[in-house]
Each structure stands twice: as structure tokens, then as C-alpha cells.
């Protein structure tokens, strides 16, 4: 069974996420509001990579570089002004967007094994990630023509 490689790529996943927001909030802290929220999620987003610890006890767990590849590729470093903000948010959007779907590949496992447990742990991991994915769309929208047009 190969479940124990994608639950230690997801609660991998998550922990990367999680450090992303918070290096984003610290580094935006002139927009009060990306400071907060990245916080928050990213917290969030940590927390999710706990949840999976009870599973990850009944089916094991194998390590997975490729999040924190995947986290140094799109954040080698925080970027400055309106439109490094703008840059930010999608790097955020793109590491989301990989939990997210891998939080869909273990369901569909969860689901033929009817592991109830493993299926509750995902069903509050996906709503908030997806949660995670419409905060960074409409921040993504709203900066965008500030960043892009408005700027100088």
C-alpha cells in the first residue's frame, strides 16, 4: 500500500504551506490584513499537518522532500512592493493548490478503505484549504490592479 507515501507527502505539504504564509506575513507587514490572515492560515495550515498524526500511526507515514522543493522553487525569498506581494500571494496559491489536491488523492484511498476517521480528518482539512484558496484568489484580485496598473 502506498497511502503512507502520500500522508507523509501531505502532512509534508501542509507544513510547508504553513511556513510559506507565515514568511509572507512577516514580510508583508505593511498590508495589516496579509499579515493577519497569512498568519492565521498558516497556523491553520500546520494544524492540519497534527490531524493527520492519529492516521498516520495506523498506516505509517514516509518522508517526502519534494514540499520543501517545492516551497524553496516558489519562495526563495519574499519579494518587495505591490507587485512582490502580488507574487507572494500566487506562490501561496500554487503551494495551496498542491495540498488541496493532494488532500483529494488521500480521500479517494480513504474512501475505498472506509476509513471514517481518515475521511473526517480530510473532510475539515479540504474545507479550510479550500477556505485558503478563496482568501488568496480575492487578495490575489484585489492587489492585482494596484500592483499592475496603479503603481509606478
Known amino acids: 500500500m502506498h497511502l503512507a507515501s502520500y500522508l507523509g507527502l501531505l502532512r509534508d505539504s501542509e507544513r510547508s504551506l504553513g511556513d510559506a504564509f507565515r514568511m509572507v506575513a512577516e514580510h508583508h507587514q505593511d498590508e495589516p490584513d496579509v499579515e493577519h490572515l497569512c498568519k492565521v492560515l ?3 495550515a500546520t494544524n492540519h499537518s497534527g490531524a493527520l498524526q492519529s492516521v498516520v500511526r495506523r ?3 514516509q518522508a517526502d ?3 520543501q522543493e517545492l516551497e524553496a522553487a516558489e519562495f526563495g525569498g519574499t519579494r ?3 507587485v512582490g506581494l502580488l ?3 500566487q506562490d501561496l496559491y ?3 493548490s498542491f495540498v488541496d489536491i493532494t488532500w483529494t488523492v488521500v480521500a479517494q484511498a480513504a474512501q475505498a478503505l472506509r476509513d471514517q476517521e481518515l ?3 480530510i473532510d475539515a482539512g479540504e474545507q479550510e484549504t479550500t477556505q485558503q484558496l478563496t482568501w488568496l484568489r480575492t487578495r490575489i484580485k484585489q492587489a492585482a490592479p494596484q500592483a499592475l496598473i496603479a503603481a509606478r
Open 42 to 44: 498558516g497556523d491553520q
Open 80 to 82: 518587495e512592493g505591490g
Open 94 to 96: 500554487a503551494l495551496a
Open 119 to 121: 475521511l473526517d480528518v
Open 87 to 89: 507574487r507572494d500571494l
Open 65 to 67: 522532500s519534494e514540499p
Open 59 to 61: 498506516y505509517g507515514e
